[in-house]
């Protein structure tokens, strides 16, 4: 199982940014996914999820709004649409999946907002 995540920039507070997490090595169609941001100091937190059925989506309350998730599966792709961005989104973000109880996770982006 691999995951690589990509995308991430120096973007200044409002603007946007588009983050991928390009998988290999199970079949992503069967699995829910997840974006997890870590912030300089703090602990990680979950951001986002896709479900892998039915479409189902949930994200933290302080993204609800801004920030959408979506997945290719034929492409094996996860993706983090990030919109209105502020200070306080800055960090690195990473996508995981978890199979037959093990975690997978990606190397992580950073993204940083700054004027």
């Known amino acids: 199982v691999q995951l690589a995540e990509s995308g991430g920039d120096l973007v200044q507070p409002g603007g946007s940014l588009r983050l991928s997490c390009a998988t290999s090595g199970f079949t992503f169609s069967a699995y829910d996914m997840r974006w997890y941001r870590q912030a300089p100091g703090k602990e990680r937190e979950l951001v986002a999820e896709?479900?892998?059925?039915?479409?189902?989506?949930n994200y933290v309350d302080s993204v609800k709004g801004r920030f959408a998730v979506s997945r290719d599966n034929r492409k094996s792709t996860l993706y983090l649409e990030m919109n209105n961005l502020k200070p306080e989104d800055t960090g690195v973000y990473y996508c995981?999946?978890?199979?037959?109880?093990?975690?997978?996770w990606g190397q992580g982006t950073q993204v940083t907002v700054s004027s």
């Open positions: 896709s479900k892998n059925a039915g479409n189902l989506k």
């Open positions: 995981k999946t978890r199979k037959a109880g093990v975690d997978y």
